[in-house]
């Protein structure tokens, strides 16, 4: 997952002039692979005096540079996914052929928060080709350190704009620990799109009222993932528009505990299609909504996991139901 930058670059590497946006150009003045083209000047001087002139520059076809981009993006051998950032940020920088494709892969992954929404925004509203094509993975992480920066509602409205992201497959919330001053439609509606395939909740919820409003808004998602519990009110207050069936195939919850049961109650009377569930939970008075989970699901179950954890550690002999 890399976090934006809060800088903008425009800068020209060998064989012509290579736009980079969001803060991961190179220090130097021409990087690691620029320098492994020859330019034209390097051509001409290498001829100078030959009595020759230069041969034409060769043309390689887009498709094939194409394919050594996703190549270097998904090689096996890179030591770290760190230094294969950094190779990828360098091609960006080799021309302009090369930059579209290589911020295809730096930006498929992309963590927006307090301090950098404003420099995602400013790079999105100069770049004419939206960097938002890109993002396949996005964490939108709240940070919960008392004293530090916070999204809040008309910050969040205002950069609505540039937080569309129409190939979005996976989106983490992350430490939302004022969810429920937020109106949840309008500031995370836009992600419920086609291509979004899993939610994952991690430190983020307040009460009962703001996940299952979560839980209507991405009902038609694969993967429904819950690793949070609630730090204030657990009752359920509202009543919320659930369609008739429920689109979950996976739905994961992660170290539930007792405060959980009026949530996990009206979940389990949703007209739930799971082929898998994998619950974690700690020791609980009344394991009762669980049970009626499972019961809700037993038409569609396909796999099966609980887990009794004690302070966040598994208690051995986890129960493990295959089909």
């Known amino acids: 997952m890399w976090a934006i930058q809060p800088d903008v670059e425009e800068r020209g590497g060998a064989g012509g002039a290579g736009v980079f946006v969001g803060g991961f150009g190179c220090t ?43 190549a270097i993006a998904g090689g096996p051998r890179a030591p770290t996914l760190h230094f294969r950032h950094r190779v990828l940020r360098d091609c960006s920088l080799v021309s302009r052929s090369w930059t579209r494709r290589s911020q295809k892969h730096l930006f498929s992954s992309v963590s927006i928060t307090p301090e950098n929404i404003d420099s995602w925004c400013r790079i999105n509203a100069q770049n004419p080709d939206s960097l938002t094509h890109f993002v396949r993975i996005l964490e939108v992480k709240q940070n919960d350190e008392p004293g530090t920066p916070k999204f809040e509602q008309a910050r969040m409205e205002a950069a609505l704009p540039y937080l569309n992201f129409p190939n979005l497959e996976e989106l983490v919330l992350l430490q939302w620990d004022n969810l429920a001053t937020f109106s949840l439609p309008q500031t995370f509606g836009h992600y419920s799109t086609p291509s979004l395939r899993s939610l994952t909740i991690i430190d983020s919820i307040s009460n009962g009222d703001v996940l299952l409003e979560l839980a209507a808004i991405f009902h038609s998602v694969d993967e429904f993932v819950i690793d949070c519990a609630f730090t204030t009110d657990e009752r359920i207050t509202r009543t919320f528009p659930f369609p008739d069936h429920i689109q979950w195939r996976t739905l994961r919850m992660v170290s539930i505990d007792d405060s959980m049961m009026g949530v996990l109650n009206v979940i389990a009377g949703l007209r739930l299609q799971c082929q898998a569930l994998d619950i974690s939970y700690e020791l609980l008075d009344d394991p009762g909504p669980i049970m009626r989970l499972i019961q809700t699901c037993s038409r569609t179950l396909k796999s099966m996991r609980l887990e009794q954890t004690y302070n966040g550690n598994p208690v051995p002999s986890p129960c493990t139901c295959p089909n």
């Open 28 to 70: 130097s003045e021409e990087s690691a692979i620029g320098s492994l083209v020859p330019s034209h000047h390097h051509l001409r001087r290498g001829f100078a005096g030959s009595g020759s002139s230069p041969p034409h520059p060769m043309y390689i076809p887009q498709e094939i540079l194409d394919e050594i981009i996703d």
